[in-house]
T-cell receptor
């Protein structure tokens, strides 16, 4: 069974550009989460989808971040325009409804220069 | 709000040494507690978990006990190996696998 897959693994962009990160959850997992770790600090929650609906987006830092999960399968996280402080590792995780374990992808390392 | 505090790293030990990584939490109600590990070049993996007070989670020789009275979930291993070198994250969830709150991570290096 395939795990959670994230694309790309690394991205280096200039300030002001747009970047789109993708997450493919484990098949059948209705819950999908985005997290971010900035500068070696704690991993922080960004948002939570249940199927295609945003259940909780309280962690989204500002309106430059847009997350979508059309059709309730894969999800994208777009940053537009990117700022230097957006640099970090973005993790995606998925779980079954009622599940007690979230499965994480390898993360996308985003560097804004 | 909910929060997790874990000991700052980095931690460097010799092979076969005893390991403790401290983790304390603040939460309303009765959260589930987790330790995740990130090996070099890999994603986060669940190492162990405990869902109620006095539960002990264990895996790969690692153990942690859910201590409600001290709001702690310290990670221990009796004899570490070089292959245990990784970053360890303590985390809590108010319910099941929903919305995890993480500590800042502890980088562990084991020297042969």
């Amino acid at each position: 069974e395939a795990g959670v897959t994230q694309f790309p693994s690394h991205s280096v962009i200039e300030k002001g550009q747009t970047v789109t990160l993708r997450c493919d959850p484990i098949s059948g997992h209705d819950n999908l989460y985005w997290y971010r770790r900035v500068m070696g600090k704690e991993i922080k929650f960004l948002l939570h989808f249940v199927k295609e609906s945003k259940q909780d987006e309280s962690g989204m830092p500002n309106n430059r971040f847009l997350a979508e999960r059309t059709g309730g399968t894969y999800s994208t996280l777009k940053v537009q325009p990117a700022e230097l402080e957006d640099s970090g590792v973005y993790f995606c995780a998925s779980s079954q409804v009622g599940g007690e374990e979230a499965f994480f992808g390898q993360g996308t390392r985003l560097t804004v220069v | 709000g909910n929060s997790v505090t874990q000991m700052e790293g980095p931690v460097t030990l010799s092979e076969e040494a005893f390991l403790t990584i401290n983790c304390t939490y603040t939460a309303t109600g009765y959260p589930s507690l987790f330790w995740y590990v990130q090996y070099p070049g890999e994603g986060l993996q669940l190492l162990l978990k405990a869902t109620k007070a006095d539960d002990k989670g264990s895996n790969k020789g690692f153990e942690a006990t859910y201590r409600k009275e001290t709001t702690s979930f310290h990670l221990e291993k009796g004899s570490v190996q070089v292959s245990d070198s990784a970053v360890y994250f303590c985390a809590l969830s108010a319910w099941g696998a929903q919305k995890l709150v993480f500590g800042q991570g502890t980088r562990l290096t084991i020297n042969p």
